[in-house]
């Protein structure tokens, strides 16, 4: 069964510092993983989207990595603002058609 | 170019109703397909739409059926509400199985 598992579940750091979320996966075949932030009742946006071959992808502050060797990937975040404060969601695509398998997020608050 | 739109924003209903969530996809994009969220759960998928046909479904009952318009409009519609179909309800369309793009859901609470 395919699946993705993040931690932590959620975190509080202050503004200004940095932080990393983990996804493990266990998706197969795998496509491609992506990153997606979620404001709270709103639709998740795209931060980063990353196939086989790629190790690592920025999006500005964002910075997410991939071992497909581990089946791991990590999403850092420098220099926090409180408008970060949102749910990550770690996304696996195992097919061509876009079959997505959603982790249950990590929820971020970022404290002033 | 507008995003992914979806209507109601909000939605509330009673047990045993039906009821319709509507869907515009992106500028160009021909692929919808629908999810459920939880509150406090990542989204779990419910089908997938494409040349208006359910292309892919995932683990939902017949109550949850779907519709694609010529224009790659979609519809979902859930029949019999239960308590447990209170969600946002996420649309996301694509093209060709590329990369997914969300609308901004809609709420609804069946009470």
């Known amino acids: 069964k395919n699946q993705v598992e993040q931690s932590p579940q959620s975190l509080i750091i202050l503004e200004g510092k940095n932080c990393t979320l983990q996804?493990?996966?266990?998706?197969?075949?795998?496509?491609?993983l992506r990153w997606y932030k979620q404001d709270t009742g709103r639709g998740p946006v795209s931060l980063t989207i990353?196939?086989?071959?790629?190790n690592t992808k920025s999006n500005g502050r964002y910075t997410a990595t991939l071992d497909a060797d581990t089946k791991q990937s990590s999403l850092h975040i420098t220099a926090s603002q409180l408008s970060d404060s949102a749910s990550y969601i770690c996304?696996?695509?195992?097919?061509?058609?876009?079959?997505?398998?959603f982790g249950k997020g990590t929820m971020l608050l970022v404290s002033p | 170019d507008a995003g992914v739109t979806q209507s109601p924003t909000h939605l509330i209903k009673t047990r045993g109703q039906q009821v319709t969530l509507r869907c515009s996809p992106k500028s160009g994009h021909d692929t919808v397909s629908w999810y459920q969220q939880a509150l406090g759960q990542g989204p779990q998928f419910i089908f997938q739409?494409?040349?208006?046909?359910?292309?892919q479904r995932g683990n939902f009952p017949d109550r949850f059926s779907g519709h694609q318009f010529p224009n790659y409009s979609s519809e979902l519609n859930v029949n019999a509400l239960l308590l447990g179909d209170s969600a946002l309800y996420l649309c996301?369309?694509?093209?060709?199985?590329?990369?997914?793009?969300f609308g901004p859901g809609t709420r609804l609470t069946v009470l």
């Open positions: 990353m196939t086989f071959s790629e």
């Open positions: 996804c493990n996966y266990t998706v197969s075949p795998f496509s491609n």
């Open positions: 739409y494409y040349e208006e046909e359910e292309r």
């Open positions: 996304v696996v695509s195992d097919s061509g058609y876009s079959t997505l398998t």
């Open positions: 996301a369309s694509s093209l060709a199985g590329g990369n997914e793009f």
